[in-house]
């Protein structure tokens, strides 16, 4: 075709999950597990339930667009990150934020490096808009090599690098002692920090957006607060890179639902808190069960709500992904690059979500 703008022509599609939870009668998705997005495993506070019914009950709610400056939701984010309203906005998702940062710091051209492998749907924006996308990877056994990343930074001189904080599939961490370095030693390069999984790691950056205008930090709603189909995200930056953003964003496209059941979920954080501590405790279990099956697979730790799962071979790997998909457990299947093609990643839900893993695998293994 000769319509598509040429960056999208050889294109590789960012490949999406398992979607039958959404192809059978709401009744029979209680007997299917999606743990492949590591979206939460249970609903968020019921806060939102109310605080959404009460939004349907407005006469206004259907015809008008949503307001676009919403007070409370920024107060109780800035509350949450504990940082000025001047340095935070939210967006509808965290992809839709990574949109707007291509727009706004990324020009036809320029070199991004994405510390890989991780979630590919930024390579994706990024090079749909003509960057140049490279990738600085983790060791084989999925360890960091400081040395050779930034020997990838100092070659390739990107105008952004992308850091996933715990990073998605491997669950590595890095330091804000680590962070900061980077962004005294590169101060031409903008760091963008994922941090969509903070809440399960503890560890964050978002202080040093205080002192540097070579950070932005994403983050999201879908995770650890429950709100994946709200699709609501939130970033973290200087001042004057959150006024330079708002220069197109756009203000009127998150809905009034999204906006109201996020005012919900932020004002009951020890709802989600909890829940964190039983991801936490869910994922400990898991670990520690799957020694007996190391003959067949290795967990790999993590900081996120997920585990990498590791595999002699491929043909191992596929054997366990298919037969829990056969028992309507979905795990995602990791393509993202040689190193993960023996793996799959998933999800971490409660202790009893991951019993009853366990308990599937145990069918296949012993049978």
């Known amino acids: 075709m000769k319509f598509p ?10 490949k999406l999950a398992s979607h039958k939870i959404w192809a ?18 249970i609903p968020p506070s019921p806060k939102v339930m109310e605080r959404v019914m009460e939004a349907l009950q407005q ?31 939210y967006f509808g998702s965290s992809d839709v934020l990574h949109e707007y940062i291509c727009k706004a710091f990324i020009s036809v051209g320029d070199p991004v490096m994405i510390l890989a492998p991780s979630y590919d749907n930024f390579r994706l924006t990024c090079q749909a808009n003509g960057a140049d996308v ?29 850091i996933c904080n715990p990073n998605n599939p491997t669950g590595n961490v890095h330091t804000k002692e680590y962070i900061e370095h980077l962004l005294e030693e590169y101060p031409d390069t903008l760091f963008l920090v994922d941090e969509a999984y903070y809440e399960f790691s503890g560890i964050t950056v978002k202080d040093l957006v205080l002192r540097y205008d070579n950070l ?51 004002s009951d954080v020890d709802y989600m808190w909890q829940y964190v501590e039983e991801v ?27 585990v990498l799962l590791e595999f002699k071979s491929y043909e191992d790997k596929r054997e ?28 971490v839900g409660t202790t009893e979500q991951m019993k009853h ?6 069918l296949l293994y012993k049978k």
């Not at 259907?62 to 007070?71: R, W």
């Not at 699709?231 to 330079?244: E, P, V």
């Not at 298919?322 to 793996?343: E, S």
């Open 5 to 14: 703008n040429k960056y999208l022509r050889n294109l590789k599609p960012y």
């Open 59 to 89: 006469p206004s709610f259907f015809n008008l667009y949503p307001t676009t400056y919403n007070e409370e939701l920024m107060q109780l984010l800035a509350n949450y990150v504990e940082l000025p309203k001047e340095n935070v906005q």
């Open 280 to 306: 936490k405790r869910g994922k400990d279990y898991f670990t520690a069960v799957s020694q007996q099956y190391k003959e067949h697979y290795t967990v790999h730790p993590s900081y996120g709500n997920f």
């Open 134 to 162: 490279h990738f600085s990877y983790y060791k084989d056994d999925f360890t960091f090599d400081a040395t050779q990343f930034e020997n990838d930074i100092i070659t390739r001189e990107p105008a952004v690098v992308y």
């Open 357 to 362: 893993v366990l308990n599937t695998i145990d």
């Open 216 to 266: 932005l930090i994403s983050r999201t709603m879908s995770k650890a607060f429950a709100l994946a189909n709200f699709r609501l995200g939130y970033l973290i930056a200087s001042k004057d890179n959150i006024q330079f953003i708002n220069k197109i964003r756009n203000p009127k496209n998150l809905s009034t639902l999204a906006q109201e059941a996020a005012c919900a979920a932020l």
């Open 24 to 41: 059978v009668e709401p009744e029979a998705r209680a007997n299917i597990l999606k743990l492949d997005w590591n979206e939460a495993t």
């Open 320 to 347: 366990l992904l298919t037969y829990l998909a056969d028992h309507n457990i979905f795990a995602r299947d990791t393509t993202q690059a040689p190193m993960v093609y023996n793996c799959f990643r998933i999800t």
